[in-house]
């Protein structure tokens, strides 16, 4: 665990320890530097960065000492992470991540990139920058400019390949005994009115819905599904808006908001996913709809200290779920493999929802649980069922 408080003059001294030892742990430090000097150099610096506004430097705490240095500046344009280092007795455990991931969630909410410059000869930080998705746009003989935006993740991961291969026609989601039910229940959930489907994708659900006299429109962030999707509908017949389900906006009211095969975990923090259920009220009439189908955790499959469930074994085709029971984050690992030694493997992260955090999510946006049933036929939810559509309603 480590918490983050802003950096006094008082602080100054460790600041300098800090970035001492992380530099020359990693074998950066200058030969012959005269210590020092460099300690008192740097000293003053960080005195100037507590005085200046327009940053916020922040000593890293960790089991309850300071062990870490943050710089960070915020613009209308950007969060960037100006600097960050941590001593080298608590390196490799996770703590630069989960702080990059929370700068990663602030960028994703202002839909605004994170930037940061890495030393080309820093190459441990450069591993652990393209680990969490950054991509150089820029730099010099000395130094990359990197970014993360929440468009580009998605892209990255909803890439052309990945939407090429996900309609499987006929068969698994795309089944008829999958769709048919699924097609049939929005369409008198919608009531005869438009409906609107976050994460749209390729149209597995919303090209038959369509057909089906409801009329339907979408949001996508991936411009490769979206592209699939193309192949199938027109922008007449499936208007989509391209952006973030959690705040991009669709002209008009609808009398549904649904969301299909757990999508709303694709949303990694609960502020997120909140603000999903609050963007779907935004888009519905009075008495309107907000259905979600998703899986429940399966955590009673998880024996203490074993990291990983297997959730699917076919021949060619292996799911192997790893959790994070503490930010309730969880990695699928798809393994696509035929007769040879080789596989292809595809990852998705997630965080997992309890129903009755979903339903106090709903609680917060204006909605209250009309129904949750095991399935799209509306079979009875119970302790066993392995996954939900759960409906919420608007006040009238």
Request: proline share 6%; net charge negative.
């Amino acid at each position: 665990m480590h918490r983050l408080r802003p950096a006094t003059d008082a602080d100054a001294a460790l600041l300098a320890e800090v970035a001492f030892a992380a530099t020359s742990g990693q074998g950066r430090m200058p030969a012959g530097v005269d210590e020092t000097a460099w300690r008192t150099e740097f000293e003053g610096w960080s005195r100037e960065s507590v005085a200046d506004p327009t940053t916020d430097l922040a000593v890293v705490e960790v089991d309850g000492r300071g062990a870490g240095r943050l710089r960070v500046s915020r613009t209308a344009d950007s969060v960037e992470l100006n600097g960050i280092q941590l001593h080298p007795d608590i390196q490799n455990r996770g703590v630069g991540t989960a702080i990059i991931t929370t700068l990663k969630s602030e960028a994703a909410r202002r839909d605004v990139p994170l930037r940061l410059h890495v030393e080309r000869d820093n190459p441990n930080a450069r591993r652990l920058y393209d680990r969490l998705g950054f991509v150089r746009t820029g730099g010099d003989d000395k130094e990359d400019v990197m970014e993360w935006s929440k468009a580009a993740e998605q892209n990255r991961l909803w890439n052309a390949e990945v939407a090429q291969r996900y309609d499987t026609p006929g068969v698994g989601m795309f089944a008829e005994d999958v769709l048919g039910p699924t097609v049939e229940r929005l369409a008198g959930l919608a009531g005869g009115g438009r409906a609107l489907e976050f994460a749209i994708g390729t149209g597995r659900v919303a090209v038959p819905l369509s057909e089906y006299g409801v009329p339907v429109s979408g949001i996508e962030f991936s411009d490769a599904m979206l592209e699939q999707l193309r192949t199938k509908a027109d922008a007449d017949t499936i208007p989509v808006v391209t952006g973030d389900m959690a705040t991009a906006r669709v002209p008009g009211e609808f009398s549904l908001v649904y969301l299909v095969f757990n999508t709303i975990a694709n949303l990694l923090t609960q502020e997120e996913q909140v603000a999903c259920f609050r963007n779907a009220a935004r888009h519905l009439s009075p008495g309107g709809r907000f259905v979600i189908e998703l899986w429940v955790p399966e955590l009673r499959r998880l024996p203490p200290g074993t990291p990983a469930t297997v959730g699917t074994a076919d021949p060619g085709y292996i799911l192997l779920d790893t959790y994070d029971v503490l930010k309730q984050h969880v990695v699928s690992h798809h393994f696509h493999f035929s007769e040879g030694t080789e596989a292809q493997l595809f990852r998705t992260p997630h965080r997992y929802i309890w129903p009755a955090e979903l339903d106090l999510m709903a609680q917060l946006a204006g909605f209250t649980l009309e129904s949750r049933h095991a399935d799209w036929t509306t079979t009875e939810f119970t302790a066993d069922s392995p996954s939900h559509v759960s409906v919420y309603r608007l006040p009238s």
